[in-house]
């Protein structure tokens, strides 16, 4: 689905304390199945899930999804390539605070102008489906961790996204939530979901729903799976 | 959601009522009233009769009731830049005769 | 269409929902910004309403008023003077007018003493506005007594108050007989005050006026025009306390505006990177933004103007009041015709409701071209 190739990605290019995050990646990730990037901090893996997920161009090399080159596309192509195709979940959940569950969930679909009433719906359905319904007009930083992450998981698929971005989604959370992250997972894939993440915790990677583990050091992939 | 309305309704609810409420301040500007057309003509008649020259709104001082019979080139009677007695001379700039004053110094 | 205004009201929403988040703050912004609008609006349609008022009631007034200098400064009209002024072609009427000042010292006011030269007061009467009529407690019919410059103690009886609707010119008049008048100042016999003159067509009036200060060269013509000129400068809304209060305002308005532009929050600027990682595009929330900065200075200029319409017209100005005033001890009791200049009110919308939104947009466009990665690396 989607193919990198010879992607490096610089920070503060020019100048004293430039710093090349990625130094030659060349990658190909498949739909319908769950990618891990597993490596230390510092290790460039959080730069390559903003990179495929369309959050950042790399410096140089291509991103090609589903075989058409994005990763020169101006931003608003990039945006709407982004809302289309992927859903995030964000290692620190990314809530915006003051919210209800149910207003945070159906922000990625604001710009496309849906009816409200379908937008409600599909929330509705999707909190359900995470056991979270009760919680719907709590505002979001009443919740606790685990309902917080339930409810940055219905606002990745509120789109309806072919793919789901996760950065660390067990990071924040004990075994016990851990474990009910790592079923949803596995719903999610079994809907059909490419699912790309990142972690360095055993739990996610040495896990069954886990198809690949790609490991990364120094900005570069050092184990393909 | 239904049972709560939306912040956007509210907020163009309460929009749309101050938007009326200003074309209706328009609207009340525009109409004429003829009392006080009446009163005004009233008024009109009493400045003919009297030969009135000045609004009294500023009784303080003679260069404020009657500001346009005030003496020439002495608007505030001393310096115009002189510390002002009155505060209603911070609302009174100094009359404006130059017109007259100009031709008249020419020989007609 | 229908797609587009959805997504307007999600931006609403959501605008919306972010200034609930500070709620205190927000609504003390808009309670001063409706305040400024207030005042602005108050004073421009106050003085637009009473230049109009005072342009209306002395387009009646004597077309040339002539008065006689001594060493620059007004002074009375000898005997003999108003024969001087002679047959100029286009004056109709010329007569001497008596009127002056008197200080009440129970009140401590001013009033304006004058003898209607149409007549119409009997000796020993007066006719008295209608603010005296308040101050001292005067009704048709009363005595009242004022004791004279030389210090004798004259009394009379007034005969009529004068209508209340004409107080805005007539508030402290006191008009009395001619006899009265001389007698009560020790006015010399056959001086005057000044000469009214009446010129019938309006267009020899400057005329009239060249050719009197020609004869007479210690003379000065008042000229109708520029009495109606001087109020229109009076009450022009760039001119005293309208300017006065505007650059306060207006600085004020700086102040609150640069406040909101420099007042982006670490927090705000996060949740821009959130809502464009989330799939937000810039042009969206600019435009969200903008929505807010709309629905604030809209507000308060359509609040602002509507509260200070009703304050001018309907509650007599009353804020005003104070400041109007002055030291004055007689104050006329008016109630002005609702009149708006559109200019004005274009002006107004434009120097309160342009700047809030673009003071608003500034700060946004900075952040919002800020790539949305950086949440993910924050």
């Known amino acids: ?225 | 959601m239904a049972r709560r309305i939306r912040p956007s309704t509210r907020a163009l609810l309460v929009l749309a009522v101050a938007a009326a409420a200003f074309v209706a301040t328009l609207l009340d500007a525009a109409i004429p009233r003829a009392r006080r057309e009446a009163e005004s003509n009233e008024t009109r008649a009493l400045v003919a009769r009297l030969g009135l020259t000045d609004l009294a709104l500023f009784t303080e001082a003679r260069y404020t009731r009657h500001p346009t019979q005030a003496d020439l080139h002495s608007a505030f009677q001393d310096h115009p830049l002189a510390l002002e007695h009155f505060p209603t001379g911070s609302l009174l700039p100094p009359p404006r005769h130059e017109a007259v004053d100009r031709e008249t110094a020419l020989p007609d | 269409m229908k797609q587009w205004i959805e997504k307007q009201r999600y931006l609403i929403d959501f605008t919306l929902a972010s200034l609930a988040r500070r709620k205190t703050r927000n609504l003390g912004l808009l309670g001063v910004y409706i305040l400024l609008v207030f005042v602005l609006a108050s004073v421009a349609l106050y003085t637009h309403a009473l230049r109009i008022e005072a342009g209306k009631v002395l387009a009646a007034s004597p077309e040339v008023i002539l008065q006689r200098l001594v060493a620059g400064r007004h002074d009375l009209i000898p005997p003999g003077y108003i024969d001087r002024v002679g047959r100029i072609r286009g004056v109709q009427k010329k007569e001497g007018r008596l009127w002056g000042y008197y200080y009440d010292a129970v009140v401590k006011a001013n009033y304006t003493f004058m003898v209607p030269n149409a007549g119409g007061v009997e000796k020993g009467e007066i006719v008295v506005g209608p603010a005296l009529e308040r101050s001292r407690g005067l009704a048709a019919g009363n005595g009242i007594s004022f004791r004279s410059y030389s210090g004798k103690l004259h009394t009379f009886i007034v005969a009529d108050v004068l209508p209340q609707a004409s107080e805005l010119v007539s508030a402290d008049l006191v008009l009395m007989h001619e006899e009265d008048f001389r007698a009560f100042f020790d006015y010399p016999s056959g001086h005057f005050t000044d000469i009214a003159l009446t010129v019938a067509n309006p267009l020899e009036v400057r005329n009239v006026a060249l050719k009197l200060s020609a004869a007479l060269p210690d003379s000065r013509p008042i000229l109708r025009d520029e009495v109606l000129r001087t109020y229109a400068s009076i009450f022009d809304w760039r001119e005293g306390i309208v300017l006065a209060l505007l650059s306060a305002a207006i600085l004020a308005f700086g102040i609150l505006a640069w406040e909101k532009a420099s007042g982006l929050s670490a927090d705000e600027k996060r949740e821009i990177g959130i809502l464009k990682a989330i799939g937000w595009e810039t042009g969206d929330i600019i435009k969200m933004k903008f929505w807010e900065g709309l629905l604030i200075s809209l507000t308060a200029f359509l609040v602002g103007f509507v509260a200070a319409y009703l304050h001018v017209f309907y509650y007599a100005a009353t804020l005003f009041e104070p400041v109007l005033k002055g030291w004055s001890v007689l104050y006329p009791r008016f109630q002005l015709t609702p009149h708006i200049d559109g200019l004005q009110v274009a002006t107004l919308f434009f120097f309160t409701v342009f700047p809030y939104a673009a003071a608003v947009l500034v700060p946004i466009w900075k952040a919002a071209i800020t790539d949305p990665d950086a949440v993910m690396r924050g």
């Not at chain 1, 945006?79 to 209800?100: A, D, P, V, W």
């Not at chain 1, 719906?121 to 979270?132: D, F, V």
């Open chain 1, 1 to 225: 689905m989607i193919e990198l190739s010879g992607i490096r990605k610089a920070f503060n290019q020019g100048q004293h304390n430039e710093y090349w995050a990625l130094n030659g990646i060349d990658l190909a990730i498949e739909a319908n199945k769950v990618t891990a990037l597993r490596g230390p901090s510092g290790s460039g893996k959080t730069t390559l899930l903003t990179l495929v997920g369309c959050l950042a161009r790399p410096t140089e090399g291509r991103v090609r999804l589903k075989r058409e080159d994005i990763s020169g596309l101006p931003e608003r192509f990039l945006t709407e390539i982004r809302r289309r195709t992927f859903g995030f979940i964000f290692q620190q959940f990314n809530l915006i605070k003051g919210l209800t569950a149910l207003e945070n969930i159906i922000l990625p679909a604001y710009p496309t102008g849906q009816p409200r009433r379908e937008l409600l719906e599909r929330a509705e359905t999707l909190l359900a489906n995470l056991k979270l319904g009760h919680r719907r007009d709590a505002k979001v930083e009443w919740l606790s961790g685990g309902e917080q992450q339930r409810v940055a998981i219905c606002r990745a698929l509120i789109n309806d996204p072919e793919a789901v971005i996760a950065d660390e989604p067990t990071a924040n959370l004990d075994t016990h939530l851990a474990k009910e992250f790592m079923a949803i997972l596995e719903a999610l894939a079994g809907e059909g979901r490419t699912i790309l993440l990142t972690s360095h915790d055993p739990l996610v990677v040495e896990s069954a729903v886990v198809d690949r583990v790609v490991d990364m050091r120094d900005g570069v992939i050092v184990d393909c799976g």
